[in-house]
């Protein structure tokens, strides 16, 4: 079990980190955002919704719920001091950053400066292609396009497109929360601190498990390497349909399943004997796909799912994010929120339940504001009113 008495200081900005250090929270450790005083901290405060406070913008809430928000100018070495201090005088456990490696030294946030704070910290930086490539920048949508995301995405005959999702941004920060943990347990068994590096990109390709492996193989590329829309590549009909009243998606993957669906009332015309395979579907998808569609016109997505569910076939309806939310097994475990209007926001479930979240009925409180917490985290670390004032007139805080 990961102790809740973890303190988590994070120099963050965008979705990535804030994403990843969003899941400690989760778990009830403290994670403190740290933000640049010579701006107008992260860009992502101010996109989205207005919920009546400027630095509060809808976009930037869910990821950031339940966080405190200090600001130091680490651009000027006394800022650079107190970012030690404040790591050694809170026993800050865990360092993450995600700005541009060529940066680290430069403000002083590089794994061997900060440990000299703490010798055990653990520290972790998120970045596009990792630290061999100091310079290079990396947002999601353009990652997408470098790593294949995009030319696998969308209709075979239409330009390619993004992922409905930043699924980059995502995996990296997970990946970044599952590494700091695993760093967590060894500390217990050398005390040792860490530094770890995660690329966006190694993190992205990863996930071509099913796409990359394929090249070592004798298929043709243009067969395997192309968008497909809605069909699975591999089995057939796997695919998106049209009811009276909507869209459903059904999954057929096996030969059993499909014998199945063809026993259902509507559907009797699509069996032939050429077509118990899969792989004697796939030379006729197109001519099976039409059936589909002419056995759904006699049918509502309700009638539809209750008929493939009596036969256990893998159907669902394309719920949009409003039905989503609506989702019974869904809406009891959102996290919720008090905007500042007052209303209780339901944003986002937890990725899986923690004792935290139980115990505080999944209500985590809102997002910091900017520099919030540097008074109070200040006083903290040591430091006089007196001395505070000072920072705030010289513009390190």
């Known amino acids: 079990?990961?102790?809740?008495?973890?303190?988590?200081?994070?120099?963050?900005?965008?979705?990535?980190?804030?994403?990843?250090?969003?899941?400690?929270?989760?778990?009830?450790?403290?994670?403190?955002?740290?933000?640049?005083?010579?701006?107008?901290?992260?860009?992502?405060?101010?996109?989205?919704?207005?919920?009546?406070?400027?630095?509060?913008?809808?976009?930037?809430?869910?990821?950031?719920?339940?966080?405190?928000?200090?600001t130091l100018n680490l651009k000027k070495s006394e800022g650079q001091e107190l970012l030690l201090k404040i790591i050694k005088e809170?026993?800050?456990?865990?360092?993450?950053?995600?700005?541009?490696?060529?940066?680290?030294?430069q403000l002083g946030i590089d794994y061997e400066i900060l440990k000299k704070a703490n010798p055990a910290l653990i520290w972790c930086g998120i970045s596009a292609l990792g630290p061999d490539f100091p310079e290079r920048t990396g947002y999601d949508p353009a990652l997408q396009a470098l790593l294949?995301?995009?030319?696998?995405?969308?209709?075979?005959?239409?330009?390619?497109?993004?992922?409905?999702?930043?699924?980059?941004d995502l995996k990296a920060g997970d990946e970044a929360f599952t590494q700091v943990?695993?760093?967590?347990?060894?500390?217990?068994?050398?005390?040792?601190?860490?530094?770890?590096?995660?690329?966006?990109?190694?993190?992205a390709t990863s996930w071509l498990i099913t796409a990359l492996p394929q090249l070592e193989y004798n298929v043709d590329p243009s067969e395997l390497f192309t968008r497909s829309g809605n069909e699975h590549r591999s089995f057939i009909p796997s695919n998106c349909y049209p009811t009276k009243d909507g869209y459903v998606y059904l999954a057929i993957g096996s030969d059993m399943q499909w014998e199945k669906l063809t026993s259902i009332k509507g559907f009797e015309h699509l069996?032939?004997?050429?077509?118990?395979?899969?792989?004697?579907?796939?030379?006729?998808?197109?001519?099976?796909?039409?059936?589909?569609?002419?056995?759904?016109?006699?049918?509502?997505?309700?009638?539809?799912?209750?008929?493939?569910?009596?036969?256990?076939?893998?159907?669902?309806?394309?719920?949009?994010?409003?039905?989503?939310?609506?989702?019974?097994?869904?809406?009891?475990?959102?996290?919720?929120?008090?905007?500042?209007?007052?209303?209780?926001?339901?944003?986002?479930?937890?990725?899986?339940?923690?004792?935290?979240?139980?115990?505080?009925?999944?209500?985590?409180?809102?997002?910091?504001r900017l520099g919030e917490h540097n008074i109070k985290i200040l006083k903290e670390a040591g430091l006089t009113e007196h001395e505070i004032n000072r920072l705030i007139e010289e513009q390190i805080i």
């Open 148 to 168: 294949g995301y995009m030319f696998l995405t969308g209709e075979p005959d239409r330009d390619p497109m993004l992922c409905g999702l930043p699924v980059i």
């Open 271 to 368: 069996e032939k004997n050429d077509r118990k395979t899969n792989e004697g579907r796939k030379k006729d998808k197109e001519n099976i796909y039409s059936g589909i569609r002419k056995g759904l016109m006699q049918y509502t997505t309700e009638q539809f799912i209750e008929a493939c569910l009596t036969h256990n076939l893998a159907v669902s309806p394309v719920n949009s994010v409003q039905d989503v939310a609506k989702l019974e097994y869904i809406k009891k475990i959102m996290i919720k929120t008090i905007l500042p209007s007052g209303k209780k926001a339901s944003l986002f479930p937890a990725p899986s339940d923690t004792e935290f979240l139980k115990e505080n009925d999944y209500l985590i409180k809102i997002a910091p």
């Open 1 to 70: 079990m990961i102790n809740k008495k973890i303190t988590i200081l994070s120099f963050e900005q965008a979705l990535t980190l804030p994403y990843a250090t969003q899941r400690f929270v989760q778990l009830g450790c403290r994670v403190i955002r740290l933000e640049s005083s010579d701006s107008k901290g992260d860009p992502n405060r101010y996109i989205g919704e207005s919920t009546g406070v400027d630095d509060l913008h809808s976009y930037y809430i869910a990821p950031n719920i339940g966080k405190e928000a200090i």
């Open 181 to 203: 943990i695993l760093a967590l347990l060894e500390l217990k068994e050398t005390g040792k601190g860490k530094r770890i590096d995660i690329s966006m990109a190694q993190c």
């Open 90 to 105: 809170l026993k800050v456990d865990i360092f993450l950053c995600n700005t541009l490696p060529k940066r680290y030294r």
